[in-house]
């Protein structure tokens, strides 16, 4: 799993040097033409901040939310 808290692909910017490993990644996906799909909050904790997780790349957007399974504090996410 990545982590990268650094980039925010809503605003097309990143936190960190030019040769940070967050940068590399964010100008390889944009290199790639590659989408972001995920926007919105995908996990909440009653403990914590809500936060976005998750990464699906796609050449084009498609991509539904749904509810959690069961107990998880995770958001379901579906796409074609």
């Not at 590659?34 to 957007?61: A, H, M, W």
């Amino acid at each position: 799993m990545i982590n990268l808290p650094e980039i925010d692909y809503s605003n097309y910017s990143v936190q960190g040097d030019d040769d940070s490993f967050q940068m590399q990644f964010f100008d390889l996906t944009q290199d790639l033409y590659l989408v972001q799909n995920i926007t919105e909050v995908t996990r909440f904790r009653s403990t914590g901040k809500p936060s976005i997780l998750d990464y699906v790349f796609t050449y084009e957007e498609d991509l539904k939310y749904m509810s959690p399974v069961g107990l998880s504090d995770y958001i379901g996410l579906m796409w074609d």
